[in-house]
């Protein structure tokens, strides 16, 4: 069975501070990670994926395979990056499963 | 572009009744449409897959003869929720594939979702 774990429901952090959105999974096969964001009142869109290795609105993210991991990170927060952030595993069919998420607020 | 459209946005609903909601990919054709559900503070949890013209393929502990998927063309699914119970209330969210063209083929473009309330 495939599972996403984001441990922190609710991250806090202050305009100009690094963030690392947590992120861990389990998966029998080999993984492809996303994370997806929402920002208030909009639909889910995606930000980046793993295999893409690309840099989205500054955001990062890294699949380490030896800690079963795919942590989003950005090294200065703005305010504009208070959204929900879900990190998927998709598996076989194209079928995706989400982490619980992550409420990310920057505050000034 | 990968516009995703929900109709309707939301609606409430006597025990009971049945209620269908749409989805719509507005500019490509979609290959394949997921529908999710997703209750208050949780995550988004997938309930079936349907490929255009052939049956929906449910989750486990999905009921498929409450939830009635469709995908007759390649630009809509319908889901319809049969014999509603308070129990059902919850955000319905679609995404949708394409095979190619414009857009990027693995990825899932979702709709805004529809709050269903069932009294």
């Known amino acids: 069975a495939q599972r996403v774990t984001q441990p922190e429901k609710l991250l806090s952090v202050f305009k100009g501070a690094p963030v690392e959105l947590k992120c861990n999974y389990s998966?029998?096969?080999?993984?492809?990670l996303f994370w997806y964001v929402q920002y208030s009142r909009q639909r889910l869109q995606l930000l980046l994926r793993?295999?893409s290795r690309e840099s989205i609105k500054g955001f990062t993210a890294d699949l380490n395979k030896g800690e079963t991991s795919f942590h989003l990170k950005k090294p200065f927060a703005q305010e504009e990056d208070s959204a929900m952030y879900y990190c998927?595993?998709?598996?076989?069919?194209?079928?995706?499963?989400f982490g619980t998420g992550t409420q990310l607020k920057v505050e000034l | 572009g990968a516009v995703v459209s929900q109709h309707p946005s939301w609606v409430i609903c006597k025990s009971g009744t049945s209620v269908k909601i749409e989805c719509r990919s507005l500019?490509?054709?979609?290959?394949?449409m997921f529908w999710y559900r997703q209750f208050p503070k949780q995550s988004l949890m997938l309930m079936a897959t349907?490929?255009?013209?052939?049956?929906?393929?449910?989750e486990q502990g999905v009921e498929k003869d409450k939830f009635l998927i469709n995908h007759a063309s390649l630009t809509l699914s319908t889901l319809t929720v049969t014999s509603a119970h308070p129990e059902d209330s919850s955000f319905y969210i679609c995404?949708?594939?394409?095979?190619?063209?414009?857009?990027?083929?693995?990825?899932?473009?979702f709709g805004p979702g529809t709050r269903l309330t069932v009294l």
């Open positions: 995404s949708a594939t394409t095979s190619g063209g414009a857009f990027r083929p693995d990825t899932q473009y």
């Open positions: 998966y029998s096969g080999s993984p492809e």
């Open positions: 793993h295999i």
């Open positions: 998927a595993l998709k598996g076989g069919g194209n079928k995706l499963t």
């Open positions: 500019d490509f054709q979609a290959t394949t």
């Open positions: 349907s490929n255009e013209g052939s049956k929906a393929t449910y």
